[in-house]
Structures are given as structure tokens and as C-alpha cells.
């Protein structure tokens, strides 16, 4: 085990569904939080190779920071039923994907990544944290990186944060950014900090004098203002208990060992059911899914393609036979790979210019292939001018999925 992926779910699900606009299933099921959150899954899961995979989410029991402080999180209103209803919906994925699920009651997801993100630290292992929460910034250091997630308008990016990455961003260290929140407070949270004491002030204190308790235990030689000095002086008690309320527990009591994290078998042919139910059709060609998937081998990752070698004269007699073409090309190696039906694949290594001009300026053959504007400036370069276009599937997967973006 090398590289672990955590996955912040409730932050993610609840990201995506401010994030992208209300889609829902045929019969009405509301699909856009889960539909988003997928797409942000894979967009980090196609971007690097991990060993093991596992998501987190909140349970709805009361936490042990409720005991310590009763209006822990009262202010929060109710999330809308309609992002409630797909929290099942997730987690069914996730169990069909064969992907790690971890809960646990009284304690928050972020207590249960922070636990993972120890004990990858223990074992020397690479832990990326995907989260939409600034508060588990706390939680990076030189082997855990924190992927802060922003979605707006269906696009989303993320900025990674190691330990010297927070420190060049706010000018504390990520367990001084704990000191941060106990003072200015968290208005989300309902940690009421000490009053009066914004962001900015608590990031200028806690970056000269570290810690909200050696803040406190020198407080006659800080410098201050003296209505600074007061608000602190009357809210010393409301920071201690504000800094245990911010503070992500890394000891949380679930068992498990990061062999469990690996990804498991995921279970196609229900997924693809899921997936026809929720009408999300380019996850089902993402995956390559069918509905007998369980019964027979995925062609698509099953089945070895073989491409025949064919010399210039055999190329330029399949090409001038043909009225299509599906075909790929890598121009630095002038490569060409085609089929005139399909069902066979040519390659021709190295393809002379006079095959490249005969293919491209030849109107009357129709071309198919992916991303062609790229090809049509690359032969441009050439001199050549690309004529017959007949399909382009790069095109046709942004008709059929605009939110997509990969």
C-alpha cells in the first residue's frame, strides 16, 4: 500500500449539490448531488493511481463535541429533502463500486479521516484527503495532502495543500490553524471563538504567539490593543473550550487496517441497473458496463486488440477502397492506425506524406475520430488540408454529457 485516497463525503455530496443544477432520474428521484459527486470522484481518480480508496460520512447520532458543548452546530437549519434523499443513493454506488465506506456514531467524518490520515502517516503511507471543508487543513503535513474542492456551475478544482503549502497561505502551521478557529470561531459550527476576534486577528496572534494557551499564559506581555486585550480577557473561556471543539480527533475507536481500503470487485451488472435507473448513461460507458457484465468478461477490458502491420502500398489500397475511415494518428511518430470496417485494425508505422495528403485531402472518404480540430492545425503545419470530416466523438461526448470534464 503506497497511496490512499479519503474521501470527505458528506462535504463532497453536499458540494456538488449547491454546485450543479437540480437533475433527477425519470421517476423523479433527485440525481444532481450524486451525479456530482461521481464526476468529482473519477476526475481525481483518473488524475493519479491509488493503492486504496475510502469515503467517510457523517451519522445523524449526536457527536461527543455535542456533550461538551450543547449548541454545537443548533443554528444549522435542516438540509432539503431533496439532497437527503440521495445520501442512500451514494452509498449504494460506493458498495457496488467496491469502494470502503466508514461511519461511525458520535463522531464526524472529519474525526474518522483524521484517524485514516494517522495511521497512514504511521505506516509511511501517501494519504490525499478529497474535502470541500477548510477545516481539514489541520490534518496536512509532509505526507498528507489535503484536495480543497470548489464546484461552481458544474466545474470543479481543487487546490492541494501540504503542510508548507498552509503555512505559505495563512502564516500558521496547520495544527496552529486548530489556535486560528478557537478563537475567531466558526460561524457554520456554531463555535462561538471569542467575540469580537475575526480571522485576521486571529491569524496575526496565533502566527506570533502559536497557541491560544500561550496566548493566555503570557497574556501580560502580549501586544495588543487594548480592545483586543479585553475581548480576549473576557473570552478565554469560550477559546479553550472553542480549540477542543475544532480539533479533529485522531484517535477516533474504529478498527480497520489500510489493507481495507483496497478496492474491491466492483459489482457491474447492478451498477449498471443503478446507473439506467438514474439515467446516468455516460457513467455507464466510463465504466464500460452492460447488463450481463456478471456473466460474461467486459469486452472493453477483457478483449486484446490487435492493430495488422501493413506496408505504405497495402494502405494506400485499403484507403482508396474505403468511403470511411475511423482512425487515429501520432504525429510525432506519423503512426496511423485506421479500419475500413470496424472489425479490423491497420497500423502503418511511420506513414509518408504522400498517404497522409492522400487520406486527409480526399473528400470523398469520411474521416471519425477523437478531438479532429487538433489533427486539422497539425496537418495545417503540413501543409495539408483536412477534408471529409464525418464524425467526431470528442463532440459527441460533450452533447451527450456537457457537465463531464474529462
Known amino acids: 500500500m503506497n497511496r490512499v485516497l479519503v474521501v470527505d463525503g458528506n462535504s463532497i455530496l453536499n458540494r456538488a449539490f449547491y454546485g450543479i443544477r437540480f437533475l433527477s432520474a425519470s421517476d423523479g428521484t433527485p440525481t444532481n448531488a450524486v451525479y456530482g459527486f461521481l464526476n468529482i470522484l473519477f476526475k481525481y481518480l483518473d488524475e493519479e493511481e491509488y493503492d486504496g480508496v475510502c ?12 456533550k461538551m458543548f450543547e449548541d454545537y452546530k443548533a443554528q444549522r ?15 449504494d454506488i460506493l458498495d457496488l463500486m467496491g469502494y470502503k465506506r466508514i461511519e461511525l456514531a458520535g463522531y464526524e467524518a472529519d474525526d474518522l479521516i483524521g484517524t485514516v490520515a494517522k495511521r497512514c502517516e504511521t ?3 501517501r494519504c490525499d484527503i478529497l474535502t470541500g471543508d477548510k477545516d481539514d487543513l489541520q490534518l496536512a503535513s509532509k505526507g498528507v495532502n489535503i484536495k480543497l474542492v470548489i464546484t461552481s456551475k458544474g466545474v470543479t478544482t481543487a487546490t492541494v495543500y501540504d503542510d508548507k503549502a498552509v503555512f505559505e ?10 489556535d486560528v478557529k478557537a478563537l475567531m470561531g466558526d460561524t457554520s459550527d456554531n463555535i462561538p471563538g471569542v467575540k469580537g476576534i475575526g480571522e485576521k486577528t486571529a491569524l496575526s496572534l496565533i502566527s506570533q504567539y502559536k497557541s491560544v494557551e500561550n496566548i493566555y499564559n503570557n497574556f501580560d506581555e502580549i501586544k495588543a490593543t487594548p ?21 479533529i480527533d485522531t484517535n477516533a475507536p474504529i478498527e ?8 474491491n470487485e466492483m459489482k457491474k451488472s447492478e451498477l449498471y441497473e443503478m446507473f439506467m435507473h438514474l439515467n446516468f448513461k455516460s457513467f455507464i460507458d466510463k465504466l464500460n458496463l452492460t447488463a450481463d457484465d456478471d456473466n460474461q468478461e467486459n469486452s472493453a477490458s477483457k478483449t486484446e486488440i490487435n492493430a495488422e502491420a501493413i506496408d505504405s502500398d497495402k494502405a494506400a489500397e485499403l ?5 470511411k475511415i475511423f482512425y487515429s494518428i501520432d504525429f510525432e511518430s506519423n503512426c496511423l492506425c485506421f479500419s475500413t470496417d470496424k472489425d479490423k485494425i491497420y497500423m502503418l508505422k511511420s506513414a509518408p506524406s504522400a498517404i497522409l495528403k492522400n487520406l486527409f485531402e480526399n473528400e470523398r472518404i469520411k474521416k471519425a475520430a477523437f478531438s479532429i480540430k487538433e489533427d486539422i492545425l497539425e496537418l495545417k503545419k503540413r501543409k495539408i488540408e483536412y477534408m471529409g470530416l464525418g464524425f467526431d466523438v470528442s463532440i459527441a461526448a460533450y452533447i451527450l454529457d456537457p457537465a463531464k470534464n474529462s
Open 55 to 66: 469515503v467517510a460520512f457523517d451519522v445523524k447520532e449526536k457527536t461527543f463535541r455535542h
Open 77 to 91: 437549519s435542516a438540509p432539503p429533502e431533496e439532497l437527503i434523499l440521495q445520501f442512500p443513493i451514494i452509498k
Open 123 to 125: 505506516e509511511n503511507v
Open 169 to 178: 497561505k495563512y502564516g500558521v502551521t496547520p495544527s496552529e490553524f486548530i
Open 227 to 247: 480592545s483586543v486585550r479585553k475581548k480576549l480577557e473576557e473570552g478565554r473561556e469560550s477559546a479553550f473550550m472553542s480549540r477542543r471543539l475544532s480539533e
Open 256 to 263: 480497520f487496517t489500510l489493507d481495507d481500503f483496497k478496492i
Open 319 to 323: 484507403i482508396n477502397g474505403s468511403e
